[in-house]
């Protein structure tokens, strides 16, 4: 075969698999209707685990390795979990539409904007995007009413906790109803033709910034300029056509701009994931076929082990607490505020009576949200 003919046939398979994918993701929101009739768990490892068993001894001899078949059905059976949890979830909830308007930061091209793409896709036919400016921009759209829900960033595993959001939260009247993570990738973009040699300033937002504060410490005589969003990043190259001036930011936001990448794996930590929430100005239930995590934010005041007296109570219901979170309370020196993640529902009989006793013992309680938790942790299979 001529090389354009081993092309043209690599293209019909291609199309086939879209074909296969699609039908097979049509087939997993099938089992989502009839878990939900038998009240089963939205994920079954054994069966996971079975299935992988079993993909692996059908590939060795069609020369499949085991290690690509895992990775492949990974990313198959993580999507038809998600697929799965936002069907029954909209269902439960009645939030199923055919478009939704999503505030978030920056505009197209941003962290946020490819965050909210990979979201609400799985949620309605149609994304009306808001791209704000700011954080409290954000919140404010959808608490007046301009906007459904809002998507804010939360934390990264380079630059830690967004401390701005969780100041935000403890004053907004909007609940969580929903969680991701999302890759971060960043790179060095620039116009075309750009000389790496003669860059002069780099223009980044401040939270990227902080994820590559190592790669930039080796750039001298570089000036950084700080912008409200990594689209703002990319549309300042492009409108000032200077080709000693320099993104950082993803590499798909940037080709939307027209700019090139000049350097790859920016961020301190090679492995560089942004947790995002979703806030909207209606609490979700959540299935009791999906794992759930509930977010609160509670004072314990300043007495001695006040703080230790609260986590025991989650730790005598067996509530497993995901992230606890300290931050400073406005006009009261010295005292703070805890904001704790655990997984847990909150329709739960435990996490009720974990509630009511922290009510007892703390001076101050509030349910930020309960929400699907998307760690879809990937089924592991025993070598054999």
Request: net charge negative; hydrophobic share 40%.
């Amino acid at each position: 075969m001529e090389l354009d003919e081993i092309r043209h046939a690599i293209s019909d398979t291609d199309q086939q698999l879209l074909g296969l994918l699609s039908k097979r993701r049509q087939l997993a929101l099938a089992v989502a209707d009839a878990k939900l009739a038998q009240n089963k768990p939205i994920r079954d490892q054994k069966r996971e685990q079975e299935l992988l068993v079993s993909l692996i001894g059908q590939g060795k001899p069609l020369g499949l390795d085991a290690q690509y078949v895992t990775r492949l059905y990974h990313v198959i059976i993580e999507d038809s979990v998600l697929q799965q949890q936002a069907k029954i979830q909209g269902q439960l909830n009645g939030t199923d539409s055919p478009a939704v308007r999503v505030a978030f930061l920056g505009g197209q091209g941003s962290y946020s904007y490819w965050a909210t793409q990979k979201y609400f896709t799985r949620r309605a036919e149609r994304i009306i995007e808001q791209g704000c400016d700011s954080f409290n921009e954000i919140v404010q759209a959808v608490e007046t009413g301009h906007a459904d829900y809002a998507l804010l960033p939360i934390e990264n595993t380079s630059s830690g906790s967004i401390n701005e959001v969780y100041d935000i939260l403890q004053h907004t009247r909007l609940s969580i109803v929903g969680e991701l993570t999302h890759p971060i990738a960043h790179c060095l973009l620039g116009l075309p033709g750009t000389d790496l040699s003669k860059i002069r300033q780099v223009c980044a937002h401040p939270q990227v910034i902080a994820q590559c504060s190592q790669f930039l410490q080796g750039l001298s005589q570089v000036k950084i300029e700080y912008c409200d969003s990594s689209s703002d990043a990319f549309s300042r190259i492009k409108q000032q056509q200077d080709p000693t001036v320099v993104a950082i930011g993803g590499e798909e936001g940037g080709q939307l701009y027209g700019l090139e990448v000049l350097t790859r794996d920016l961020a301190n930590q090679k492995d560089n994931v942004s947790r995002f929430i979703v806030v909207a100005r209606k609490p979700v239930t959540v299935a009791k076929a999906i794992p759930a995590k509930t977010t609160f934010i509670m004072y314990t005041g300043q007495q001695p082990g006040a703080l230790v007296d609260a986590l025991l109570v989650l730790k005598q219901h067996g509530i497993s607490m995901g992230k606890l979170e300290s931050r400073p309370i406005n006009g009261n020196p010295w005292e703070e505020m805890f904001y704790v993640d655990v997984f847990a529902n909150l329709n739960d009989y435990a996490m009720t009576r974990a509630l009511e006793e922290l009510n007892k013992i703390t001076k101050f309680i509030k349910v930020l949200g309960c929400y699907p938790s998307e760690d879809i942790e990937p089924t592991q299979v025993t070598a054999g």
